[in-house]
């Protein structure tokens, strides 16, 4: 038998297959699920601009089994974790640290009963920021946009080199001792 519902806009099928009919006993004992992948735990706190390309892939893998089973659990939209989360630094750092966090509730023998109610807390507030970097991108289930940084950071500009020249006389002013707002 196949079954239809609506996720996020689109049909999705899934075959459910019972081996018996309906008041009679299963015909056999279902096969024992396969053994889970145990994956060692990422170390915490990571910094992910540290990060060498090998260990950025690393934690982009792991990241990548654990953020679609997040977004499952607790039925997240694609306005707050779009498909292409990856190819944006702010959510995969947001994805990152929520999810060093929850390891961190969940293995350390230490923590309190509360530590769960603790991570259910920092997820609604990492929620509230992943929604809001989402809609700044524009991103959904249909499209990805990518992130343009501000131009002043794009080094080789002119407004970064009219930066870079503001900020070295800044701080040349409060080496001198005369540090307060600049008219």
């Not at 982009?60 to 499952?72: A, F, K, Q, T």
């Not at 002043?152 to 503001?166: A, H, I, K, L």
Request: aromatic share 8%.
């Amino acid at each position: 038998m196949t079954k239809t519902h609506e996720v996020d806009g689109e049909a999705v099928e899934a075959s459910v297959t019972t081996g018996r009919t309906r008041g009679s006993r299963p015909n056999a004992t279902p096969p024992p699920p396969p053994p889970p992948q145990v994956r060692q735990p990422l170390p915490s706190p990571i910094n992910w601009w540290k990060l060498d390309d090998e260990e950025s892939a690393e934690t982009l893998e792991v990241l990548g089994e654990w953020v679609p089973e997040l977004v499952r659990r607790y039925g997240l939209r694609d306005s707050v974790v779009p498909p292409c989360w990856f190819l944006h630094e702010a959510l995969v750092q947001e994805l990152l640290a929520l999810f060093q966090y929850r390891n961190q509730q969940q293995v350390e023998p230490t923590a309190p009963p509360s530590a769960m109610l603790d991570f259910h807390y920092q997820f609604d507030l990492a929620i509230r920021r992943l929604t809001s970097w989402t809609t700044s991108t524009g991103c959904n289930s249909a499209e990805h946009h990518d992130t343009t940084p501000a131009v002043w950071v794009m080094p080789g500009s002119v407004r970064n080199s009219n930066w870079v020249v503001d900020f070295e006389d800044y701080v040349k002013t409060v080496r001198a001792g005369n540090a307060g707002v600049k008219e």
